[in-house]
């Protein structure tokens, strides 16, 4: 199974941006979809951001036109760029690596919006 690891998290203020990392640990990182997941405590892990081998993207509506996802498959490692931040925003984020029915989640990296 591989490993997954997020980074880039932290504290930015309202407006501001970030861009989260993930790099999986797997020679075949190009046969991997690749997501962004996140969570506030309490609530449901919601899918933010998605990216497929073929490089197709899809978004949730919250972050269409604010968040970018991408991914360098000789790097083995999937961004999301995060732009124009909100309150709201403020998460525990995490990737999750698929591959023909399998996954791995990451162990998340917080993102906190706040002045």
């Known amino acids: 199974q591989a490993q997954v690891v997020e980074s880039g998290g932290g504290l930015v203020q309202p407006g501001g941006s970030l861009r989260l990392s993930c790099v999986v640990s797997?020679?075949?990182?190009?046969?991997?979809?690749m997501a962004w997941y996140r969570q506030v405590l309490g609530q449901e892990r919601e899918l933010v951001a998605q990216?497929?081998?073929?490089?197709?993207?899809s978004y949730a509506d919250s972050v269409k036109g604010r968040f970018t996802v991408s991914r360098d498959n000789a790097k083995r490692t999937a961004y999301l760029q995060m732009d124009n931040l909100k309150p709201e925003d403020t998460a525990v984020y995490y990737c999750?690596?698929?591959?023909?029915?399998?996954?791995?989640w990451g162990q998340g990296t917080q993102v906190t919006v706040s002045s």
């Open positions: 990216i497929s081998t073929l490089r197709t993207t």
């Open positions: 797997s020679p075949v990182f190009n046969m991997f979809t």
């Open positions: 999750k690596a698929s591959l023909r029915g399998s996954y791995s």
